[in-house]
């Protein structure tokens, strides 16, 4: 026969409650890190797609063109993150 003592029971429903309540947190950090990523990646799209200054002064066209096409692949990331991150 197996006695259960009382402390038994309420040192298992601590540590039940203690993992419930962490996962939960982990779960929820874990969203809001990839939402705010996704923000961030918006933000730093958009200064590179609008307001990234023109080098044409002293490096070639190309690289003005492939930093806007960086920006936009960064919208891009950060539109999916934020949506189903």
């Given amino acids: 026969m197996v006695t259960v003592f009382r402390s038994d029971i309420l040192f298992i429903g601590l540590m039940t409650m203690l993992l419930l309540v962490g996962g939960i947190s982990l779960l929820f950090f874990l969203i809001t890190v990839k939402k705010l990523l996704g923000i961030f990646f ?44």
């Fill in 42 to 85: 918006i933000i730093i799209g958009i200064f590179m797609t609008f307001f990234f200054p023109d080098v044409s002064d002293y490096q070639p066209k190309g690289f003005s063109i492939s930093g806007i096409v960086i920006g936009i692949i960064l919208i891009a990331a950060g539109i999916l993150l934020v949506i189903f991150g």
